[in-house]
């Protein structure tokens, strides 16, 4: 996944119905002789609305908790779209514009507090490592960078084949990939990591090897390939939003045809476009352990 020099702009055209980050702010700095300790934090995705709907499906969203002993205040630490995930995993085809649209940032979000029911009803809400002040922040100066350079969301993970170790031609970049940077980040500066399984939610989809196709300059451009650019629009046409439930199951057939049947998929990556020959079982959601870190052996102690 790329990193970009900067955060550009937002488009006033992109709108979430949720507030980002409502009750957001910095990151504070707080004593090097603090003690910290170190939360792993997990939900069903729209908690808040579904309740474990979409935990039955293991579909998740990761978070990661801090608490102050010097303090004892709370802290939430998370990664999120902006404007919700159906903008950040298909794009708006707007009106007069040739090129798909898209509104697919992503950022960190830390606020005071940790809401214990929200985690602890339908998730996880468990002591992972205690760390020092000094590496809280340290992890902090590493959290800005990370979120300068690291924005756009990136829904899917693209492998050849449900084996374990099939070659993964696309990695996702979402919620769970940055709480798994940040335990990585107090590994390397020292944190020693309790025996807790530790599961994620990734949706694969399942391709040949993919097919580049070029950026929205030379695809959409005034000498683009007016083909290519006819065949993207059309891909991404039924996954718009719906307005009624006729349109939703038309629409829903043009995609079974599209991904199953045709076997096709475009996939847009770093700013750039990709044909994905799709390939049984085509899109799966899976749950699977990612262990917690082991201390780097160059990293300095609690």
């Known amino acids: ?3 970009f020099d900067y955060r550009p702009k937002i488009d006033p055209y992109c709108q979430a119905r949720y507030t980002f980050c409502p009750t957001g702010s910095a990151i504070p700095v707080v004593k090097e002789e603090d003690v910290i300790e170190v939360y792993r934090l997990q939900a069903p995705v729209w908690e808040f609305k579904y309740g474990d709907l979409l935990g039955h499906l293991k579909i998740m969203h990761d978070a990661v908790g801090f608490k102050s002993s010097l303090t004892g205040k709370n802290y939430t630490m998370e990664w999120y779209e902006l404007f919700q995930l159906g903008n950040c995993t298909f794009p708006h085809l707007r009106p007069g514009m040739d ?8 950022a960190a979000c830390f606020y005071e507090g940790i809401d214990d029911a929200h985690w602890k009803e339908n998730g996880t809400l468990v002591l992972v490592t205690t760390i020092s002040g000094t590496m809280f922040n ?3 100066k590493w959290v800005k960078y990370d979120n300068e350079t690291g924005i756009y969301y990136e829904t899917w993970t693209v492998q050849a084949s449900p084996d374990k170790q099939s070659t ?3 990695d996702s970049y979402e919620c769970s990939k940055f709480i798994l940077r940040t335990y990585q980040k107090l590994a390397d500066l020292g944190a020693v990591f309790r025996k807790v399984q530790t599961n994620y939610t990734s949706i694969i989809l399942f391709s040949g090897e993919p097919i580049y196709l070029g950026n929205e300059t030379s695809i959409f451009g005034p000498v683009g390939n007016k083909t290519m650019a006819a065949a993207i629009r059309d891909f991404y046409y039924p996954f718009k939003p719906y307005r ?4 939703f199951f038309v629409d829903l057939l043009k995609i079974i045809d599209h991904v199953i049947l045709k076997r096709q998929f475009y996939l847009f990556y770093n700013m750039e476009y990709w044909f994905l020959p799709m390939k049984f079982p085509y899109i799966k959601i899976v749950y699977e352990e990612v262990p917690l870190p082991v201390r780097s052996k160059t990293s300095f102690g609690v």
Not at 99 to 106: H, I, L, V
Request: hydrophobic share 45%; glycine share 10%; with cysteine.
């Open 1 to 3: 996944h790329r990193r």
């Open 99 to 106: 090129a798909p649209f898209w509104c697919n940032q992503g």
């Open 138 to 140: 340290e992890m902090a």
């Open 168 to 170: 993964v031609w696309f």
């Open 244 to 247: 009624t439930v006729g349109e």
